[in-house]
């Protein structure tokens, strides 16, 4: 029988060579964006039951709080308030730190408004955050001055209106009045989200989530606003001094164009 113990090793040559590498990195072009479409897929779907949880959080609140809704900063002594989201941590509805940034949050990153000032009062407790209040349905000018009157049973149309937005600042509410819109507070792009393919999520009333263009929350109907300064409902008939239009097209003008992609 004959050995091969002598016999010659065929190494590569240089085209084969050549050749595999061409394949392993047609592969690799092939693979890495279907990788990060997952990738980007599951961070999508971790920021949507971030707001999931924070709607549950906040309707557990008000389940025990005689459907209150929590407001957006709540006084601490004689000089100090924390936020919604530090209150709801403080009392046990929300306790996971991970529930409050969204993983696609863009650099710089979440912010909170801890030693914030303002009105004569420091914030002396919130949590960094992608999510924000609708600050047009529980935002209060003076903090604490007393009892929030807002509870979940005024609102009209809680699958139409807005109570949780991503923010892409450090306030804990937004609100979309011009200087706002116009990106008064801070840098382009501005404070609302925009980074799930140009949209930003948005958690309403009734526990549902929904992915929408910024533009979008403002016509043909808007969401941010309640009750009866929207445009008909079939179901609870308004009075013609009730009914007024209440889209935003001046928005369009005003905004960055990051979001009008």
């Given amino acids: 029988m004959a050995s091969h113990a002598n016999t010659p090793r065929r190494a590569f040559t240089m085209i084969e060579m050549v050749v595999v590498i061409a394949i392993i990195l047609v592969l690799f072009a092939i693979g890495t964006p279907i990788i990060l479409q997952a990738r980007n897929a599951a961070r999508e779907a971790q920021s949507l039951s971030n707001v999931r949880q924070i709607l549950v959080g906040i309707n557990a609140f008000s389940a025990s709080n005689g459907s209150r809704l929590p407001e957006n900063r709540v006084k601490e002594g ?10 709801l941590i403080d009392q046990g509805y929300l306790d996971d730190s991970k529930v409050w940034c969204c993983p696609l949050h863009p650099d710089p990153g979440p912010r909170s408004e801890l030693g914030f000032q303002g009105g004569g009062l420091r914030c002396v407790g919130d949590v960094a955050s992608s999510y924000a209040l609708n600050g047009h349905l529980l935002w209060r000018g003076k903090v604490g001055d007393d009892d929030a009157k807002i509870v979940d049973t005024i609102i009209d149309r809680p699958t139409h209106t807005i109570l949780i937005a991503q923010t892409n600042r450090a306030f804990c509410h937004l609100r979309v009045s011009p200087p706002m819109v116009a990106n008064y507070y801070g840098d382009t792009p501005g404070p609302y989200g925009y980074w799930h393919n140009g949209r930003g999520l948005y958690g309403f009333q009734d526990g549902h989530v929904e992915l929408l263009k910024f533009l979008d929350t403002g016509s043909p109907d808007c969401r941010w606003h309640n009750r ?3 445009t008909p409902d079939p179901f609870v008939p308004q009075t013609p001094g009730e009914v007024r239009p209440h889209d935003h097209p001046d928005r369009e003008f005003l905004v960055p164009d990051i979001y009008k992609r």
């Fill in 78 to 87: 004689a000089s100090e308030y924390i936020t919604w989201r530090q209150l």
């Fill in 228 to 230: 009866k300064d929207l």
